[in-house]
């Protein structure tokens, strides 16, 4: 389907976000120090682990004294960003309002002086629970600093924006990319500016029989050696605002290195994290291509793809703690 929107459409969105800024607050926590929790809406809920999703093999590590300055992430912007995502509704991969949430996020990179391209990705037919699913198209966003060398080594950090068809998606995974564009904001900001590469995915979520995962599989098979080469590695930012400790999954060997040097980072910046191993998340398209690649997040929570997964479910200090631990793998 065609992705283009209107001026007007987009401006809506964009004041929409800025508005909610304006009226939210929120504190950075300091590293290591008990705080009360900041929800973005009035409660933080309680309810038990979901059954749908796998609990992650625990293999805690607690926070170290940190030996690295770690950014303060801008919270009340990441709330703005996760009500601006739901607000726009569910955000099925080939829907307008994918559409719609594809063009904010776009406009949001430019205005962090990032050069975005966009890939256009095929999507089969398929189903989710009663919902039959069209073919069509969604779309990628793959964005980088002007200053990034063709040659020069990168990390690429990924979050998927797409929900499945009954869900707003906060956690899953408006909080995501609530993250990333933080990263990319610090990223911008910074004086010796990171070597890396943002990509906001389309198509992530499962249409059965036909598999999921789609945009990344889709920007994976175009990188060659050479371009493989150029990657230290790649990590997913997905559902990362729920609990206190984030889970830091790989899902093949190859990864286990890296996963290992995330772990150490998370160490060193005073973030809670669990070891573990999972296929449910982008990452893996990029170990399909022998790229080591973790997911940073995916805690069950009850209010997983359904109608439930709204900005009250979430933690902001856990989505902070996901940039700071992020950062410290980019530099």
């Given at each position: 389907?065609?992705?283009?929107r209107?001026?007007?459409?987009?401006?809506a969105?964009?004041?929409?976000?800025?508005?909610?800024?304006?009226?939210?607050s929120?504190?950075?926590?300091?590293p290591?120090?008990?705080?009360?929790p900041?929800?973005i809406?009035?409660?933080?809920?309680?309810?038990p682990?979901?059954?749908?999703?796998?609990?992650?093999s625990p293999?805690?590590r607690?926070?170290t004294?940190s030996?690295?300055?770690?950014?303060?992430?801008?919270?009340?912007?990441?709330a703005?960003?996760i009500k601006?995502?739901?607000?726009?509704?569910?955000r099925?991969?080939?829907s307008?309002?994918?559409?719609?949430a594809a063009?904010?996020?776009e406009?949001?990179l430019r205005a962090?002086?990032?050069?975005?391209?966009?890939?256009?990705?095929?999507?089969?037919?398929?189903?989710w629970?009663?919902?039959?699913?069209?073919?069509?198209?969604?779309?990628?966003?793959?964005?980088?600093?002007?200053?990034?060398?063709s040659?020069q080594p990168?990390?690429?950090v990924?979050?998927?924006?797409?929900?499945?068809?009954?869900?707003?998606?906060?956690?899953?995974?408006?909080?995501?990319?609530a993250?990333?564009?933080?990263?990319?904001?610090l990223?911008a900001a910074?004086r010796?500016?990171?070597a890396?590469?943002?990509?906001?995915?389309?198509?992530?979520?499962?249409?059965?029989?036909?598999?999921?995962h789609?945009g990344?599989k889709?920007?994976?098979?175009?990188?060659?050696?050479?371009?493989?080469?150029?990657?230290r590695?790649?990590?997913?930012?997905?559902?990362v605002?729920?609990?206190?400790?984030?889970?830091?999954?790989?899902?093949?060997?190859?990864?286990?290195?890296f996963?290992?040097?995330?772990?150490?980072?998370?160490?060193e910046?005073?973030?809670?994290?669990t070891?573990?191993t999972?296929?449910?998340s982008?990452?893996?398209?990029?170990?399909d291509v022998d790229?080591?690649a973790v997911?940073?997040?995916?805690?069950?929570?009850?209010?997983?793809?359904?109608?439930?997964?709204?900005?009250?479910?979430?933690r902001?200090e856990t989505?902070?703690?996901?940039?700071?631990?992020?950062?410290?793998?980019?530099?």
């Amino acid at each position: 389907m065609s992705l283009r929107r209107s001026t007007s459409a987009l401006a809506a969105t964009l004041a929409l976000a800025i508005g909610t800024s304006c009226a939210d607050s929120a504190t950075q926590p300091s590293p290591g120090r008990p705080t009360t929790p900041t929800p973005i809406d009035e409660t933080v809920s309680s309810a038990p682990p979901s059954p749908r999703t796998p609990m992650p093999s625990p293999v805690t590590r607690r926070p170290t004294p940190s030996a690295l300055t770690p950014p303060t992430a801008d919270l009340v912007a990441m709330a703005a960003t996760i009500k601006a995502l739901t607000r726009i509704g569910p955000r099925e991969a080939t829907s307008t309002a994918y559409a719609t949430a594809a063009d904010y996020t776009e406009a949001r990179l430019r205005a962090l002086g990032y050069q975005v391209r966009r890939q256009s990705v095929p999507v089969p037919a398929g189903t989710w629970q009663s919902f039959r699913l069209r073919a069509g198209t969604t779309t990628n966003l793959v964005a980088a600093l002007p200053t990034l060398s063709s040659t020069q080594p990168r990390l690429l950090v990924g979050a998927h924006l797409d929900t499945v068809p009954d869900s707003p998606g906060a956690n899953d995974n408006a909080s995501g990319v609530a993250a990333l564009l933080e990263l990319a904001r610090l990223a911008a900001a910074s004086r010796s500016q990171p070597a890396i590469v943002f990509i906001v995915f389309g198509g992530e979520e499962p249409r059965r029989p036909r598999g999921s995962h789609f945009g990344s599989k889709a920007y994976a098979a175009t990188l060659d050696d050479t371009a493989r080469r150029t990657y230290r590695g790649m990590i997913s930012l997905d559902a990362v605002g729920t609990g206190s400790i984030l889970p830091v999954c790989r899902g093949r060997r190859l990864s286990d290195r890296f996963s290992a040097a995330v772990v150490r980072r998370a160490k060193e910046v005073a973030v809670s994290v669990t070891e573990c191993t999972s296929r449910a998340s982008d990452h893996l398209s990029f170990e399909d291509v022998d790229l080591p690649a973790v997911v940073i997040g995916g805690r069950p929570y009850s209010q997983y793809h359904t109608i439930r997964d709204r900005p009250s479910v979430l933690r902001l200090e856990t989505i902070a703690a996901a940039v700071r631990l992020t950062w410290a793998v980019m530099r």
